[in-house]
């Protein structure tokens, strides 16, 4: 969070707002004309709590939009407990999470209710899979849902900041494809030195992709796992997202929040998650003009938190 905490110092010297890094730099407050406010990780002192906690809970997040009437992925609860250990007593639990596998053609997506940045969701094509995931799941979280695999044509992030679409991109995956003569390596340095310069040292990505021959590293969209940031320039594509996220986000009156918007094959769109901790880094190295952009929500995100 080094890179977090420099740019939040930045703000705070342009506003006059004492800052003070707390909990081994997990909080920071901030101080100014006798207010106090707070920033927990990457999220802001905007955010009601419960509201916050729904955003951070997959599957209430799920409920809460379903009953708004708002387009999202399915989600099923697949556990939820305050004891790990009631996990494994539960044989029909098993039972239930097996026939919903089997229902949606043995292609599904298990996720930790809490997880972010794409760490502890797991796509699941065989029970030898399921059966291993839900090991390694239930050893950090208490709670997991479950999601029909869906076949995305582009994934999007939306920052709402009081109703308004502050920044909007896409996001496009991992996947290069050969010319014959680059390895693996070369083609995925190339699609995205950030991420994969120093970082390949397996030997498979040594091999040489024949021509037209595809190569797959991640099947998520998070730029957390190797996939870009890219801008959207056609016109009627991105009026539809922000009409799609401001209906989101006027009903659910979202104070400051990240939106992502998957779009399927046949242009229909679903939110897939809403997070409450806005973490824009990722987007930010890429160019300066984004963290310029970041450190311009950034502000005005403390600035409301003092308004």
Not at 100 to 112: E, L, P, S
Not at 162 to 172: F, P, T
Not at 185 to 200: D, I, K, V, Y
Not at 206 to 227: H, I, Q, R, T
């Amino acid at each position: 969070m080094q890179d977090f905490h420099a740019l939040i110092e930045e703000i705070c010297e342009e506003l006059k707002i004492k800052m003070t890094c707390l909990s081994k730099d997990w909080i920071v407050m901030l101080e100014k004309e006798n207010k106090t406010r707070y920033i927990a990780g990457y999220k802001f002192d905007l955010n009601g709590h419960a509201l916050g906690s729904i955003m951070d809970d997959k599957y209430a997040m799920y409920e809460i939009l379903i009953q708004k009437k708002i387009p999202v992925i399915e989600h099923t609860i697949a556990f939820r407990s305050n004891n790990q250990n009631d996990y494994a007593k539960d044989c029909n639990r098993y039972e239930f999470i097996e026939n919903f596998f089997n229902q949606h053609g043995q292609n599904i997506v298990i996720k930790a209710n809490d997880s972010t940045c794409g760490v502890a969701v797991y796509h699941i094509t065989n029970v030898d899979e399921l059966r291993s995931s839900l090991d390694r799941l239930f050893k950090n979280h208490f709670s997991i849902s479950l999601c029909p695999f869906y076949d995305i044509k582009r994934e999007y992030r939306l920052i709402f900041l009081k109703n308004e679409c502050v920044l909007l991109y896409g996001k496009k995956r991992p996947i290069v494809t050969g010319d014959g003569k680059k390895t693996i390596r070369e083609l995925l340095e190339e699609f995205n030195p950030n991420f994969f310069q120093g970082n390949l040292e397996d030997s498979k990505y040594d091999y040489v992709l024949k021509y037209n021959e595809m190569f797959e590293y991640s099947w998520k969209f998070n730029l957390s796992e190797g996939a870009i940031p890219i801008e959207i320039t056609d016109e009627k594509l991105k009026q539809k997202l922000q009409n799609f996220g401001e209906k989101v986000s006027t009903k659910m009156n979202l104070p400051f929040c990240s939106l992502d918007v998957i779009e399927l094959m046949d242009g229909k769109l679903l939110v897939m998650e809403i997070n409450s901790g806005v973490m824009m880094f990722n987007y930010a190295k890429y160019t300066k003009a984004g963290r310029d952009k970041t450190k311009e929500i950034y502000k005005r995100a403390i600035e409301e938190m003092f308004s």
